[in-house]
């Protein structure tokens, strides 16, 4: 494994309470996919002949987390057919909506809602929610569900029993399903094979673009199948990009 940098990731916590402590540092560990083992999942992908050369290019690569189920999940549904920016807007209006006020720590102002907060906000002011109507009603579906606890995100849900209660939410599909599951459970064997990046990263690695058959592809990769993919999401799809022309000559045809 490649030493990059230093072994610690630095963090400064802003705690109204010290007994706090120890869930933020839990929620660090959660983001930052430190509770990995890198090494494990390196020696299972490295001898890849599809995805096992970017594994060597790039050794010991995280799968982002999350540090709540609930924001995680609403942002996936917020940012389903919209951009990067347009997401973050839009979320950033729900916040200043119904999220709780803190003691201004540099940009940060509000908590994200709860989902009571969001279900109130639904009834009392639906024009918050500047979104098409199916897709607020999807938010408005899984804070209920959340706040009368017929769906649960944390750390102990059951990833499968999770993904088939989302699913149950009008407007949740497989792929909103999955990607909760991969970041807010920490579910290491995750692969969307209609994502659209993974779609472009394997059609530039010669693989054609097939999700039946990418799905069939990624049985060998299992228990690790999230990280296969978070090193496909990384890959240069551009014919100008120097990592792309390093690996051209090794694609499977």
């Known amino acids: 494994m490649t030493d990059t940098g230093p072994a610690f990731v630095e963090a400064d916590l802003d705690l109204s309470d010290q007994r706090d402590l120890a869930a933020a540092v839990s929620r660090c560990r959660q983001l ?84 009571a907060s969001l279900v109130s906000l639904a009834d009392q002011n639906p024009d918050a929610f500047s979104m098409p109507s199916a897709r607020r009603r999807a938010i408005v579906a899984l804070a209920t569900a959340m706040d009368n606890g017929s769906i649960v995100i944390d750390a102990g849900t059951d990833p499968t029993e999770l993904r088939a209660a ?60 999230s990280y296969a993919m978070a090193h496909l999401w990384s890959f240069p799809t551009s014919h100008e990009s120097p990592t792309y022309a390093a690996l051209k000559g090794r694609r499977i045809k």
């Open 32 to 115: 930052l996919d430190l509770d990995a083992d890198p090494v494990a999942i390196f020696e299972a992908l490295r001898g890849d002949p599809f995805i096992g050369s970017l594994v060597t290019e790039h050794p010991g690569r995280r799968v982002p987390g999350a540090a709540d189920g609930f924001e995680m999940a609403v942002r996936a549904v917020i940012g389903q057919q919209i951009s990067v920016a347009g997401a973050r807007t839009v979320a950033g209006r729900l916040v200043l909506a119904a999220g709780e006020t803190l003691p201004a720590v540099d940009a940060v102002t509000h908590l994200f809602p709860t989902a």
């Open 166 to 225: 989302l699913v149950t939410v009008p407007g949740i599909g497989p792929w909103t399903a999955e990607y909760v599951a991969m970041r807010a459970l920490r579910d290491p064997d995750v692969f969307m094979s209609t994502d659209l990046g993974i779609r472009r990263a394997t059609q530039a690695l010669g693989v054609p673009d097939d999700p039946a058959r990418l799905s069939a592809l990624t049985e060998r990769w299992r228990p690790w199948r």
